[in-house]
Each structure stands twice: as structure tokens, then as C-alpha cells.
């Protein structure tokens, strides 16, 4: 293995917290590659619009729209993100509400991981791009 390849993680050994670590910047590029999709520009107008996508709220009822839609494997994953343990909840989300989110990061980190752009592109759109409003 040349020194630019990388070795696979091992999935069922990384921590929760690993993993939501890792979502949460997948489901931030998301975001960010959908904002300048739509022509915002200014750092300002993205930071901005880009809080509609990534906060506790928002994340959960986006994993509320695609729940149905994932697959068994992809439905453990986010059950074991949101069932983790949350020490520290955001004033403006509930218990449940950071707890899905934490599930959410799980699974696209998940997604990430075993390279599968397509299944996020996927779920992204349907979590977020379908709805009427964010």
C-alpha cells in the first residue's frame, strides 16, 4: 500500500462520537455544495442559510423524512448514533431532537466511509432538497 492510500477503518470499532464527528462535517459539505448550487455567494448569506440545514432541529426532521428509506444496515446505524449517550444538549434542541441528529451524523459518516457518494447524494436530497421547507 503506497503511502497516499488509505487503510479502511474499521466501522463497528469507531466510537459514536467518532462517527458523529465525521458526519457532521459530510453533512456540512453537503450543505455547503447545495448553498452555492443555488448562487449564494456572500460569506454572510451562506453561514446564514447554511444554519437552516445543520442545526439539531433542522437535522431531525430531515431524518424523519428519510427514515423510511434506508435499508436495515443503514437503519442500525442511525439507531446506534441516536442511542448513544449525550452528555451536553444544545439550549435550542431536545434530548430527542440531538439525538436524531446524532444518529443522522452517524449514518452519513457511515455512508462516507464505505464510499458510497451516491447513497448520500440520495439521501440528502430526500431528507432536505424535496421538502417544501427546511
Given at each position: 500500500?503506497?503511502?497516499?492510500?488509505?487503510?479502511?477503518?474499521?466501522?463497528?470499532?469507531?466510537?459514536?462520537?467518532?462517527?458523529?464527528?465525521l458526519?457532521?462535517?459530510v453533512?456540512?459539505?453537503?450543505?455547503?455544495?447545495?448553498?452555492?448550487?443555488?448562487?449564494l455567494s456572500?460569506?454572510?448569506?451562506?453561514?446564514?442559510?447554511?444554519?437552516?440545514?445543520v442545526?439539531?432541529?433542522?437535522?431531525?426532521?430531515?431524518?424523519q423524512?428519510?427514515?423510511p428509506?434506508l435499508t436495515?444496515?443503514?437503519a442500525?446505524?442511525?439507531r446506534?448514533?441516536?442511542?448513544?449517550?449525550?452528555?451536553?444538549?444544545?439550549?435550542?434542541?431536545?434530548?430527542?431532537?440531538?439525538?436524531?441528529?446524532?444518529?443522522?451524523?452517524?449514518?452519513f459518516a457511515y455512508?462516507?466511509l464505505?464510499?458510497?457518494?451516491?447513497?448520500i447524494?440520495?439521501?440528502?436530497?430526500l431528507?432536505?432538497?424535496?421538502?417544501?421547507?427546511?
Amino acid at each position: 500500500m503506497s503511502e497516499h492510500e488509505k487503510s479502511p477503518l474499521p466501522l463497528a470499532e469507531l466510537s459514536c462520537a467518532a462517527l458523529a464527528y465525521l458526519g457532521d462535517s459530510v453533512l456540512e459539505l453537503c450543505v455547503r455544495e447545495h448553498l452555492i448550487r443555488q448562487g449564494l455567494s456572500s460569506a454572510a448569506h451562506l453561514n446564514a442559510a447554511a444554519r437552516d440545514y445543520v442545526t439539531a432541529p433542522a437535522q431531525a426532521r430531515a431524518m424523519q423524512r428519510i427514515l423510511p428509506m434506508l435499508t436495515d444496515e443503514e437503519a442500525a446505524v442511525f439507531r446506534r448514533g441516536r442511542n448513544n449517550i449525550h452528555a451536553n444538549v444544545p439550549k435550542r434542541s431536545t434530548v430527542a431532537e440531538y439525538r436524531a441528529a446524532t444518529g443522522m451524523e452517524c449514518l452519513f459518516a457511515y455512508l462516507y466511509l464505505t464510499q458510497n457518494q451516491a447513497r448520500i447524494d440520495e439521501l440528502f436530497a430526500l431528507a432536505y432538497l424535496k421538502s417544501e421547507s427546511v
